[in-house]
């Protein structure tokens, strides 16, 4: 086998990928492309300029040769503050290129966070968009020590320094197993985790979900609404594309129907990415007009568990259905999902080729169908660790397997139902109840577009449900709403399983990738007393 090389032997069931000894990410991914004759198709589009595969490679190469001449050495780390946009995979890719190892981070962090970040990696580098110096400034004079770089993409002297780099460079003599870049974790709680992942966990994700599970080609458009500083959005919008040989939409703003459906009817899309507030955002805007999805082949969900209904009415009023599935920054990108022509609503699919699932009872071995366990996950794609943090490291990647975290059952057809984050599970009247489940159920009436269950200690010290609801415009009032849902939960589930308390509210509080952060609805206080009335 040839140097930076990948068999992919498809006779095999899932694809059976073998890397060569010496193997460099950012060949297959960027190189690939000139060598197989695409330099001059489309790699990136955005609302100011459309970059080529041949102009994509030069930039990368410019790039990758600008860290190296700035002496960040092989194994240093390249903190990334980067806007969507072609300079985000210039970076990324020409680190990766250079033996340099990129660690893209959420752009919507604040000071002291970056602050963390830049201490706890111990980056040779710092690179950021112009807009966010406000916060990445002040971080860089408050560490004790500051990077040897500084790559502010707003400073004038940057193009004509790159203009003067080489525009050839050869990779890094890097394995396939070695580190290649990072992805900050943090959950909905605690301090950002470094998941480190290797040069081949771009193309596992690549090859059996973007491949072998959505049946991407080189004639798709990826528009991901989730953006690339985590994994999701990096899939999505960089390394699926990449992989073979499409193009990827980019945009820097922030996801808004509005703006959707614009880049929607400019860009034609084959695959649209979101989360589902997205979908629910959207669909409250329809009401307003309706985007034209009809370049559109499959709509994909993840960062939260689609409910059924959203799903339902998506379908409804767009004709085209949601792939829901469940990934992590852990895993980098989705392990389960429904797929095309095999939907099961209200789950989160089937495991995805190249993976396997194993759910942990609480008896210590694994759960029978329907019952309910902790989710573990084994693949290719998993990070070798968590830099830094060999406790955690030691809890979270067990002997080969990752423990989400996440709260799963499996039916008798190998179908996966979320039930919730372990740690937010209610234990109701000594028996565990799922949030979700809930969530789900509030979300079938008409008049409601989101909610979220966690527990409340009542006046006995007894933990019941809470609910919190964002309504459609023009809603009924609190009051005979929450009388509404109030039957609807009765009707149709267990007694202790209703929620006792109903909040209305206009959002939910969202991580950067859409997941609910319960734990700040745990710190709200209690409803008013007419809406608490209304529920016992």
Avoid at 57 to 84: C, Q, S, T, Y
Avoid at 204 to 213: A, L, P
Wanted: aromatic share 10%; proline share 6%.
């Amino acid at each position: 086998m040839r140097d930076n090389t990948v068999a992919i032997d498809r006779s095999r069931v899932p694809t059976a990928l073998s890397f060569a000894p010496r193997f460099n990410a950012a060949v297959p991914f960027i190189d690939r492309h000139l060598v197989d004759g695409r330099g001059d198709r489309p790699a990136i589009l955005t609302a100011r300029e459309t970059v080529t595969y041949g102009a994509l490679a030069e930039n990368v190469n410019r790039w990758g040769n600008l860290l190296l001449a700035r002496g960040i050495g092989a194994g240093e780390r390249l903190l990334m503050v980067i806007k969507d946009g072609p300079e985000f995979f210039y970076l990324f890719w020409g680190a990766v290129k250079a033996g340099i190892i990129p660690v893209p981070v959420n752009t919507l962090f604040r000071g002291d966070t970056y602050a963390y970040m830049i201490e706890d990696s111990g980056c040779a580098a710092v690179a950021y968009s112009p807009e966010f110096s406000g916060e990445v400034e002040p971080a860089l004079s408050a560490v004790l020590e500051r990077p040897r770089v500084v790559l502010a993409l707003g400073d004038g002297s940057l193009r004509p320094q790159l203009a003067a780099m080489p525009h050839r460079l050869a990779p890094a003599a890097t394995r396939a197993e070695d580190d290649c870049f990072w992805l900050y974790s943090s959950g909905s709680t605690g301090a950002p985790k470094g998941a480190v992942h290797r040069h081949r966990d771009l193309v596992v994700t690549s090859q059996h979900y973007g491949v072998d599970t959505l049946g991407l080609r080189s004639d798709d458009i990826c528009f991901s609404e989730a953006k690339l500083f985590f994994a999701y959005g990096l899939g999505n919008a960089m390394s699926f594309p990449l992989w073979v040989g499409g193009t990827a939409v980019l945009s820097d703003a922030r996801p808004e129907p509005e703006i959707t459906a614009a880049l929607i009817e400019r860009f034609r899309p084959t695959l649209y990415f979101g989360v589902p507030t997205l979908y629910a955002a959207h669909l409250r805007s329809f009401a307003r007009g309706r985007p034209d999805f009809s370049s559109v082949r499959y709509c994909v969900s993840a960062g939260e568990a689609l409910p059924a209904e959203i799903l339902r009415r998506w379908q409804e009023v767009t004709g085209k259905t949601i792939l829901d599935g469940i990934g992590s920054t852990e895993a980098l990108h989705i392990f389960i999902s429904n797929r095309p022509g095999d939907v099961k609503p209200g789950s989160s699919g089937r495991v995805v080729p190249g993976y396997r699932a194993w759910i942990l009872g609480e008896n210590g071995g694994e759960a029978a169908n329907g019952t309910n366990g902790r989710l573990f996950i084994s693949g290719a794609s998993t990070a070798r660790c968590y830099w830094n943090q060999p406790e955690r490291s030691a809890a979270t990647m067990v002997n080969g397997w990752l423990d989400t975290g996440d709260t799963y059952h499996r039916d008798a057809y190998g179908y996966y139902y979320y039930c919730g984050r372990s740690d937010d599970m209610l234990k109701v009247g000594g028996i565990w109840c799922s949030p979700f489940e809930i969530e789900a159920k509030l979300v079938e009436h008409p008049q409601v577009v989101e909610a979220a269950v966690v527990g409340r200690t009542d006046g006995d010290g007894l933990v019941k449900p809470e609910a919190f609801v964002v309504l459609r415009e023009g809603a009924a009032g609190a009051d005979a709403m929450a009388s509404e849902l109030l039957a609807l939960c009765r009707r149709e589930l267990a007694p202790y399983k209703y929620p006792r308390w109903f909040n209305f509210v206009p959002e939910l509080p969202k991580t950067a990738t859409g997941k609910i952060q319960r734990f700040r609805l745990r710190e709200i206080g209690l409803p008013t007393g007419e809406a608490r009335a209304a529920a016992e």
